[in-house]
């Protein structure tokens, strides 16, 4: 599974198209996407020839409540392909835990395709849910994602904000030291040699890391006392922090 970033499924689509074509057929489904002729179905669903091999559907509007039926209808009997969400704020609704809708539509489409994908938009809580639960499609996303998150996180959260522009670096170095699994914050904190930090103030930053997913937890939600290191992306805690610089700096 990739997050697309500032990707569009139509970029996408191209990338796809582009390599050598497997002997099977690929089916790229779009949810949220825009239909272009009047050949739909009465459901709002079309699907059209894109290239060698590929087939696109395009789902024209997908709730929490019909995504199991639209995937059911796009794909039919067929199983495996790439699966694009163009636009995933659907998922993102007020009365559903954002991280627990999410986790459903993976375990469904992962069920049904070979690879998911989803294009990030621009909405802070759906940046964060993903990125802890996607893999970054390659550097650029990486990038942005960082920087979104942190800009976001200086908006809504300054004294968080704060903390990581802070401590960022030691609690990285926290991070590449302690060798444990699943510790908390004092033993990260006991790991690093002469800290400058607290216990408190080393795990305002690690909280921040986890809220910008570049680092996991042990147990249900980001407020669990154990970090799960089997979750940490020193790539994307880089990124995090030349963002973080970036910031400071203007």
């Known amino acids: 599974m990739g997050i697309l970033s500032d990707y569009s499924v139509q970029e996408w689509q191209r990338r796809i198209d582009s390599t050598p074509s497997p002997a099977d057929d690929r089916h790229f ?3 949220g996407g825009k239909l272009r002729s009047a050949t739909a179905t009465a459901g709002g669903i079309q699907t059209r020839p894109m290239g060698p091999n590929l087939d696109v559907t395009v789902v024209e509007e997908a709730t929490t409540d019909d995504l199991e039926d639209a995937l059911d209808t796009a794909l039919g009997d067929a199983d495996g ?3 694009a969400v163009e636009d995933p704020s ?3 609704t007020q009365e559903t835990d954002a991280g627990e809708r999410l986790d459903e539509f993976i375990e469904l489409a992962t069920e049904r395709c070979d690879t998911v994908h989803a294009r990030v938009p621009n909405e802070p809580r759906a940046i964060t849910t993903l990125a802890r639960r996607f893999e970054f499609a390659d550097d650029r996303c990486r990038r942005w994602i960082a920087e979104t998150g942190v800009t976001q996180l200086r908006e809504d959260d300054p004294t968080n904000f704060g903390y990581l522009r802070s401590n960022w670096r030691e609690a990285r170095r926290g ?3 302690v060798d444990m699994a699943y510790p908390q914050s004092k033993q ?3 790991a690093i040699p002469d800290p400058e930090t607290t216990p408190r103030t080393l795990g305002a930053a690690l909280q921040a890391f986890v809220e910008l997913g570049a680092l996991g937890v042990w147990g249900d939600t980001v407020a669990a006392n154990r970090y799960d290191m089997t979750g940490y992306d020193p790539e994307m805690i880089s990124a995090i922090g030349r963002a973080v610089e970036q910031l400071h700096d203007e």
């Open 29 to 31: 489904l779009k949810l």
């Open 81 to 83: 392909g790439v699966l």
């Open 90 to 92: 659907f998922l993102f």
């Open 175 to 177: 991070l590449e030291t």
């Open 188 to 190: 990260i904190h006991e």
